[in-house]
């Protein structure tokens, strides 16, 4: 049996903005208040909005499925990410999001970073001009 795809190719109004995507975890504690995501994950506000883990099996799947992106000569920009922030503060704890940046530009794919992080992504900025693009907003620091 076959894992289930970490890159995935985004559905509805998602599509305008990315033809792929990883969501390296399913949590997010920044806590916006016009966030989207417990919404489209079923989950409630005080539930997503925790300091989670990487999804089980994040780094593997995403090895497995880079993989495969290079072998094809697949060129599509993955997003990292539609759920979830990649630069949240338990985000930089773990080193998830450095390491799954390091499998895409070891693998020469590119790569696309939104978050709100500001200056946690900065650990990240090598890693960014090899094969990245990279938004960002700002909170304020008590958010």
Do not use: W
Not at 92 to 119: C, H, N, P, W, Y
Not at 121 to 130: G, K, T
């Amino acid at each position: 049996m076959t894992a289930a795809p970490v890159i995935y190719e985004p559905k509805g109004a998602a599509r305008e903005y990315a033809e792929l995507a990883c969501n390296l975890r399913l949590t997010c504690s920044h806590a916006c208040t016009y966030c989207y995501c417990p919404g489209c994950l079923h989950k409630s506000r005080e539930a997503f909005f925790i300091r989670g883990p990487a999804r089980v099996g994040i780094l593997d799947g995403l090895r497995r499925d880079a993989d495969r992106m290079a072998a094809a000569g697949d060129r599509r920009e993955v997003m990292f990410s539609f759920v979830g922030d990649p630069f949240a503060p338990e985000a930089v704890e773990d080193g998830v999001t450095l390491e799954a940046l390091r499998i895409m530009v070891e693998r020469g794919l590119q790569f696309s970073v939104i978050t709100k992080g500001g200056t946690r992504a900065l650990a990240a900025l090598y890693l960014l001009r090899q094969g990245g693009r990279y938004g960002t907003s700002l909170l304020p620091e008590s958010g």
